[in-house]
């Protein structure tokens, strides 16, 4: 059972023919399972965030915040 976070993150992961949608506390045990193989090559697994949810309530989809130039 995932311990309970403060804040929780929704990935969708962008590798190919992948696409799943995995929580953050998730996230490490979907990359040794589904995408081994590249981590044992040193590669790096592509992920989007997509959901984010603050101390238990519901989920809100997730802006990055915009860059703005001093």
């Known amino acids: 059972m995932p311990r ?3 804040n929780q993150l929704k ?3 962008k590798e190919l ?3 799943r949608i995995i929580r ?3 996230w490490s ?3 040794k399972s ?3 193989y590249k981590l044992a090559r040193g590669g ?3 992920r989007t965030v997509i959901a984010m949810r ?3 309530g519901a989920w809100k989809p997730f802006s990055e915040p915009s860059k703005v130039r001093p």
């Open 4 to 6: 309970p976070q403060r």
């Open 11 to 13: 990935y969708k992961c």
């Open 17 to 19: 023919a992948c696409g």
């Open 24 to 26: 953050s506390d998730k």
């Open 29 to 31: 045990a979907h990359c």
């Open 34 to 36: 589904e995408h081994g």
């Open 44 to 46: 790096v697994i592509n």
């Open 54 to 56: 603050e101390g238990g």
